[in-house]
């Protein structure tokens, strides 16, 4: 095996590239090469698998997307290692992360010299930032990422990176005017106006350098056909940057520059900012970028958002921090989409406000709507104006206020998205998110001495997390301590633990968080205001559309439209197909709403159903993938309960990985209502194979006591009995001396039931903790029992798994001849039956024995079979096993390369779940370097 000392470069300033020293290693799948560019692009931040899969998936992640990125990262590697390369891919509990020296991603090499190359000529040392640009554009080998079917973050870095392309070659080329550089600037200008036609900067970047290299005439026929080009697409003459570039050929015969007539009028109507602004820089960057495109057509952007999120304060800073970019004015109009009063100014008022700030009399502005977008967009044709045109209410409002021509920008504030606007105006679309905990503490205390933060930190952490980023809660918050020397933090962390929305507000509608949420809530139709209500009785913290249909008894088409009218508010923000999320304030808005709108008898109707429709979708999920019986039945569905779309395994993890942070909350819910106790201990008994296999042993101890609490309170022995059998398990990787109070009790209670299938899960159940502990022998013992059990009763499904737990016990024992006899019963049982899922666990059983009868070829072939079934069915827990099994015996046959990738992806997996088992792994891959294996003794 080659040494691992090859330096390694990523280049993406064009098709996606890997060098080892300096030599193109070829990475085949698109897969790979998109994790690539994702870890190299992340600066050497770490990155999460659930990052990256929507790097992959940016639609929807399937439900195999874990493992498939585990096999795409695991397959990285092994490409690396096979060419030399240094451990540069590294796995850590954040994530993945791509260790490269400063100058090994192409692209950070780039940015760093345009940085100096700009750096020199704000000091107009001109030759040295000429040299600097050079060196940043010689790095771009065409469009960057242009293999990838890129989405999401990395098509916004791809465009970033083709616009800072575009940027620094407009740079150079003013610089290179006079410079004698005429013929390499039309060189390098002139693919990149092809490229880019409606780029007019780049456009009069290339007519100056034409003109300046002799070829007056083409540089006259370039703007030709630039102005023939805008006109036909844009329906817009050249800006000014074209026209100058322009009127400077045609004046160079008569020694003449162009002129330009000022502006008789020039509004400065920008409202007053906040003197500082927190935590928008990401956003601010985003509409700066469009500064330069600004001569190649109008541009306009929607800034939406949450109420109290602070769109209007943003937009004021930003439009104050680039009016000089606007020589020819700025207006500003309040258009009161959600003003108290609830009456949005019309577009004919709004057009008023704005032709006065334009130096038009009242006596001389038009009577008709149509006129007056006229005689508007008349005035703004060949000017540089910016407008701020606030809180918004609806697409219609804005449409005819927004500016037709080259020159200038909009921006507008919503709590709708105005999505719209994006298809028929071209409008670009911003939504401002909740602040981080850095700078939500920074606006929480912006009036507060240090000291009483210091003071408190409990109180403090509490405090902005009941406030969640909300900026108007954090402001109003802070207020309220500052205005109140005596009072502590404890104090107002305790008022907004009894209730936050009394406890934010400041005695005015426009500081009071309740009243802003209250004129959006205003604002909906019957039917969205309706599902609004009913989104403050789900428990959180997401919801899904079919969940709320449910709850509803509507159909799901209906409750869709008004959820995408919430989303349009801004009410609740969807954080992956189907799935709704809204800040807890909003959650505790619209949950006040409803118990006030709806009567006691309806709210507790619209929980049942809830529960119902949460345990009738986890029955169908964990279907889909195990082939296990469950020990209850459910009776008919409720009338408009609507179903989920569980058709395949696929479907049924993908819904259980969404829904896990939900259930907890709903078997609570299920615990706390009468007559739906059952659901509670069902709920978690559906979710035990599932919750196991993802190691998720806390998360189930907890479904488990709820479900424990729920069927003691109302005398229901069997569920009594399940509660505990589950808990047992549950508890085995975490208290095992508890795991077996709760797994003997819950036998007695099977016994005393009369439950006999019951009875023989806790018996496998109990050989399995002991198992566990090392008690081999008891473990026997018990299985044992379970399996006569099973077969007197004639349960299939107990009987496998018996016959493969002592398979595995005996294999334990070091007897690997009874081992393989329980074993191979056990796999044809699961086969018999169709339950894969057993048979990838009795394959593994079985070649273990075989690897410890000597027979190592036979092991590795039946350990690549569990593992090929494992991966399709994407049984995490059961996978790594596997795989660390697979990884011994490649071990022992002397083929090391694949038992470290074996090894690596089993760690992997258990690094991802936080998996105590995940050290031995990591042991046996420390061995492997220290010491030569068999193939390196040779």
Known sequence: MATETGRVEVLVLGACEVKVDGTVVPVTAAQQRVVLAALALAAGEPVSADTLCTHLWPEEVPATGRTSLHNSIRRLRTTLADAGAAPVLETGAAGYRLRLGPDDLDAARAERLVGVARAHAAADERAAALVAYDDALAAWRGEPLADLAAAGWLTGEAERLADLRLAATEEWADLARGSGLADRAVERLQPLAEAHPLRESLRAALVHALHDAGRSAEALEHYARARELLVGELGTEPGALLREAHARVLAFDVGEEPTSSALVVVPAQLPSPPARLVGRAAAGAALHRSLSTVDAGPVAWVVSGSAGVGKSAFAARWCHDVAERFPDGQLFVNLRGFDPGGTPLSAVDALRALLAGLGVPAEQVPQSLAEMVGAYRSLLSGRRVLVLLDNARDADQVAPLLPASTGSLAVVTSRDELTTLAVTHGVRLLSLDLLDDRDAREVFSAHLDAGRLEAEPGALAEILDRCGGLPL????????????????????????????????????????????????????????????????????????????????????????????????????TVRRPGRLALHDLVAAHAGETAESALGAEEVDEVRRRLVDHVLRATVGATRTIFATPLPFALGPAPDGLVAEPLDDADQGHAWLRAELPVLQRVADLAAATPGLHAHAWRLARTLNGYLCDRSSFTELVALHESGLAAAVAAGDVVGEADSRHGLGEALTELDPEEAAVQLERARDLFALAGDRTGESDVESALGRLHESTGDYQRGITHTTRSLDLAREIGDASGTAVALNNLGWLYSCLGDHEASLGFCQEALEHYRRIGDRGGESYALDSAARAYLGLGDLRRAASMFAQAVEIGESLGHHLNQTFNLTHLGDAQHALGEVDRARASWTAALDLLEEVGHPRAESVRSRLALLDATPGPAQAR
Request: charged letters at 20%; proline letters at 5%.
């Open 473 to 572: 809660a954090l402001a109003v918050a802070g207020a309220r301590v500052a205005s109140g020397p005596h009072t502590s933090l404890a104090d107002l962390a305790a008022e907004l633990r009894d209730s936050s929305l009394d406890s934010l507000t400041l005695g005015h509608p426009t500081t009071d968080v309740r009243a802003v949420l209250s004129w959006s809530y205003d604002a909906l139709s019957a039917d969205a205001a309706h599902t609004y209500r009913l989104v403050g009785l789900h428990p959180g913290p997401e919801i899904g559309v079919a969940a709320l249909a449910s709850m509803a008894g509507r159909p799901l088409r209906r409750v869709r439209a008004s959820v995408d009218e919430l989303v349009r508010a801004s009410l609740v």
